[in-house]
């Protein structure tokens, strides 16, 4: 499968964006599917997971309560909504997949990736 994030950009803090990984190749919902992000000088961190029957979320603690996501097996689009966005949040943020019924948070996990889309969040 294939993978394209798009949405990212400049928001200032407490701000709204969303983010999306359009899929192709393969059957979409035969994939789990997660958000990472990795800001400068770190290392890539997870940030939000969901099965691929949507039946299942799982979040970092730190975006909690403020990102949300989803997905949507007809149109093969995942999606990061986020909110109330803090300058800890910026960062470039990948989308990836797993043909698995399960969720993961490890990075080495997940067997294919999209672009990063870079995220600035101004204070």
């Known amino acids: 499968v294939q993978l394209q994030a798009s949405g990212g950009g400049l928001v200032q803090a407490g701000g709204s964006l969303r983010l999306s990984c359009a899929a192709s190749?393969?059957?979409?919902?035969?994939?789990?599917m997660g958000w990472f992000r990795q800001a400068p000088g770190k290392e890539r961190e997870f940030v939000a997971a969901?099965?691929?029957?949507?039946?299942?979320?799982y979040y970092a603690d730190s975006v909690k309560g403020r990102f949300t996501i989803s997905r949507d097996n007809f149109k093969n689009t995942l999606f990061l909504q986020m909110r109330n966005l803090k300058p800890e949040d910026a960062a470039a943020y990948y989308c990836?997949?797993?043909?698995?019924?399960?969720?993961?948070?490890?990075?080495?996990?997940?067997?294919?990736w999209g672009q990063g889309t870079l995220v600035t969040v101004s204070s």
């Open positions: 990836a997949a797993k043909e698995d019924s399960g969720y993961y948070i490890e990075e080495n996990d997940y067997d294919f």
């Open positions: 190749g393969r059957t979409f919902s035969r994939y789990t």
């Open positions: 969901i099965t691929r029957d949507s039946f299942v979320t």
